[in-house]
């Protein structure tokens, strides 16, 4: 006589059990859960099997499924964006405060500007964002002021057109990590609107050999995007590269693979400093580890009358205007904003009283 023993409080071995029932090597009866099923006899792992799709199959309509869930791995010939300005002063204050930390650990920003017909960028604005870092990870965090910040891009009409990312030194030839490769194309997702064409930008810093700062300009190819939008790449404990999800192939040089080198993705795009007419970069940005006080407001509205500087020029700061919207009612930024845009209508001298009591400027 064969008796078999059931462990009921492990296996769930009622009638609401929906997995398929086996017997262990030790004689139990166990149920399997449904994800390992799958993985067994799926049409791909993670998926059903063919004939609960449907009864009948044609070679023509098999090989068309399994095309959907694989990936022949390419670089792109050529980036979509044509090229990115960047404001030198804004890229400095990135790029110096990373250094005062000695790039020991990864530091990111939003980057604020134009997308232009050309398919190029101009960058006017490096935003920083409440984040946490490693010297290999981050985190943004959620952002108390990112609606302000918004609004105030918008009243300055400016668009967010890319990111940008600081990193200690790395071995010859490994520029993105697996995270950030995923990070630049949820990002490029974002701005397209799906899997299209977009201009938005990644610039990354890092130091070369002589500790000189080294500033590129990159995307990631449409294939990328595709890819992370499909849910295909995964990060990887191997920086270098992702991890390709088990239910789709990828095939890497008529191979399949199961990590793709994070290099296949990246495409150059040309980069170049200009001097911005429209903002300057001064006032302490907001999220570092020193924040900024009415000192500094002071400090920089005393400049005014002095070296060219007028009250408005010294205002049209993102910084010190994302610092006095906590003073100022919703009302009131935009009318702000509005004297930066157009120059020849100047601030009104009760906004200029009130600045300079808020900056402790009084008499």
Not at 32 to 46: A, I, K, M, V
Not at 143 to 150: I, R, S
Not at 247 to 253: D, G, K, P, R
Not at 340 to 360: C, F, H, K, V, W
């Amino acid at each position: 006589m064969l008796y078999a023993e059931v462990d009921e409080e492990k296996v769930g071995a009622h009638e609401q059990s929906t997995g398929k029932k086996k017997i262990a090597k030790d004689g139990k009866i166990v149920i399997q859960d449904t994800e390992s099923e799958l993985q067994r006899t799926g049409f791909r792992p993670g998926m059903m099997a063919l004939r609960d799709i449907k009864m009948k199959w044609t070679l023509a309509e098999f090989v068309s499924l399994d095309e959907k869930f694989t990936y022949k791995i390419k670089a792109q010939e050529k980036s979509i964006c044509t090229k990115a300005s960047t404001d030198g002063s804004a890229i400095d204050s990135f790029q110096n405060y990373v250094r005062s930390l000695d790039f020991r650990s990864i530091r990111v920003g939003y980057l604020f500007g134009k997308f232009n017909d050309d398919k190029s960028v101009k960058v006017e604005v490096v935003y920083e964002p409440p984040q946490e870092s490693t010297d290999t990870t981050f985190h943004v965090w959620e952002d108390p002021k990112e609606d302000k910040v918004n609004l105030l891009m918008e009243h300055l009409g400016l668009k967010k057109v890319g990111w940008i990312f600081a990193h200690p030194p790395r071995e010859k030839g490994f520029f993105f990590s697996g995270p950030e490769i995923l990070f630049t194309a949820e990002q490029q997702l974002e701005a397209a609107e799906g899997v299209d064409d977009t201009s938005f930008v990644t610039v990354k810093v890092t130091l070369d050999e002589n500790s000189q700062a080294v500033v590129e300009a990159f995307q990631v190819s449409k294939l990328c995007m595709e890819m992370v939008a499909e849910g295909v790449l995964q990060p990887s404990t191997n920086l270098g590269s992702c991890l390709v999800n088990d239910t789709f192939t990828a095939i890497v040089e008529g191979r399949p693979a199961k990590e793709v080198d994070n290099n296949f993705f990246l495409t150059t795009v040309p980069i170049e400093r200009f001097d911005s007419q429209f903002l300057t970069s001064q006032f302490p940005p907001a999220n570092r580890v020193d924040s900024a006080t009415t000192d500094h407001l002071k400090r920089q509205l005393s400049k005014a009358g002095q070296q060219g500087w007028s009250f408005v020029d010294l205002l049209a700061d993102f910084h010190l205007l994302l610092f006095i919207s906590e003073f100022f009612g919703p009302e009131e930024m935009p009318i702000i904003c509005a004297s930066i845009m157009n120059r020849d209508e100047p601030l009104s001298e009760g906004y200029q009283l009130l600045l300079r009591s808020i900056a402790g400027m009084d008499g």
